[in-house]
């Protein structure tokens, strides 16, 4: 059995402009929904909540990402000549 072909580089944009696009969408209509009732607690609450869960999802993307690939190495140093 081979293992799977990694996603290339236009299927990785593709999936991101999806998933930006469901976010924003969500996103909006609940602002859209606490605007319209008038809730300032639930509007700013909502604003907590979708930056928690931005973070949440950064953050379990970066440890897969390293889950997966190893700790990032890095070819270059830096130097004050």
């Known amino acids: 059995m081979t293992a799977p072909h990694p996603p290339s580089s236009r299927q990785r944009l593709r999936?991101?402009?999806?998933v930006a696009?469901?976010?924003?969408?969500?996103?909006?209509?609940?602002?859209?929904l606490f605007d319209a009732y008038g809730s300032t607690i639930g509007h700013h609450a909502f604003?907590?909540?979708m930056?928690?869960?931005?973070?949440l999802l950064?953050?379990?993307l970066a440890a897969y990402d390293i889950h997966r690939n190893g700790r990032p190495r890095f070819t270059w140093r830096l130097s004050s000549h």
Do not use: D, T, Y
């Open 47 to 49: 604003h907590i909540v």
């Open 21 to 32: 696009l469901a976010v924003a969408v969500v996103g909006e209509g609940g602002h859209r």
């Open 58 to 60: 950064f953050v379990a």
């Open 15 to 18: 999936l991101f402009v999806w």
């Open 51 to 55: 930056v928690g869960g931005a973070s």
